[in-house]
């Protein structure tokens, strides 16, 4: 069982996965968290139904990168944060998704720890557990693919980072951040000899409303995200488990179809 900080203890953090935005998806640690929280620090994807499980009288702090101004810088966070436990406030970090997952979970414990201040962490589900989840998509399958491997691709080191292996037959490559550079990253995969007609998806606003799931092969990566105007937030699925999504979605429209007619 995870050690848990006292919950009726002041002058706490708790840093809390949100999920992928579908506030059903937030574990029951992280509801209770959110009840007892004084001040919510929160990034820009966080739903704001989540927001709301918190009392009214929390302070809420977005820490959200807005078209305006550039996001606050991860320093600034740790010392906001730091600064509010020391009043004795419980502070609730909450992070889209999971906070280990290219989340900054791991710099802003480290932080905390450094203050001499005690934190906590409560696990989300990531980007790719939701969005494959809701899109059907297998990302280990028996006969398919027996391992999975997550990446960011945002252009800071893209060129870079060795992802030599982790695409191909047999394995499931998920990357996220990867909208504004999905024609490098086709190029990049198959100059590593990820064969061109490997199965793709690209899952937009995954458990959100309005979530699309998008299907193609790596050499039309980029054309379809340039096609569909794909935004953030959006995951890259590569991987012959891609195949399978599509069966599994006619199977469900299927079904859907029958209930409709029956
Ligand atoms: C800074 S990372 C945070 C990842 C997060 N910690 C997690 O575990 O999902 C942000 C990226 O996660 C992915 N992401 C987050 N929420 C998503 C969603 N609802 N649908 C699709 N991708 C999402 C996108 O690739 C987005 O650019």
Redesign the pocket.
């Given at each position: 069982m995870t050690t848990l900080l006292d919950p009726s203890a002041r002058g706490r953090v708790v840093l809390v996965?949100a999920?992928?935005?579908d506030p059903g998806l937030l574990t029951v640690r992280a509801v209770e968290a959110l009840r007892t929280a004084d001040v919510v620090v929160h990034?820009g994807?966080v739903d704001p139904r989540v927001l709301d499980l918190a009392p009214a009288s929390a302070q809420r702090i977005s820490v959200a990168k807005r078209r305006s101004r550039h996001s606050v810088p991860q320093d600034g966070i740790n010392a906001l944060i730091v600064a509010h436990v020391k009043t004795g406030s419980v502070v609730v970090r909450l992070?889209?998704?999971?906070?280990?997952?290219?989340?900054?979970?791991g710099e802003e414990v480290e932080a905390v720890r450094a203050a001499g201040l005690p934190v906590e962490v409560i696990p989300?589900?990531?980007?790719?557990?939701?969005?494959a989840a809701e899109a059907m998509l297998p990302l280990t399958h028996r006969d398919w693919s027996s391992a999975v491997s997550f990446v960011?691709?945002?252009c800071k080191g893209l060129t870079d980072q060795d992802w030599s292996g982790l695409a191909g037959k047999g394995r499931t490559l998920v990357?996220?951040?990867?909208?504004a550079t999905a024609s490098a990253i086709s190029e990049k995969l198959m100059a590593d000899g990820v064969a061109p007609d490997m199965p793709v998806a690209v899952?937009?606003?995954?458990?959100?409303d309005g979530?699309r799931a998008m299907r193609t092969l790596l050499a039309d990566l980029g054309p379809m995200v340039e096609r569909e105007a794909v935004a953030?937030?959006?995951?890259?699925v590569v991987g012959e488990v891609v195949a399978l999504s599509d069966a599994q979605d006619k199977l469900a429209r299927w079904a859907r179809a029958a209930e409709a007619l029956a």
């Open positions: 996965g999920g992928p935005g990034d994807l992070k889209g998704g999971d906070p280990f997952i290219f989340g900054r979970g989300g589900v990531s980007a790719a557990l939701g969005c960011a691709g945002q990357i996220y951040m990867g909208v899952l937009e606003r995954g458990t959100l979530s953030s937030p959006a995951i890259i």
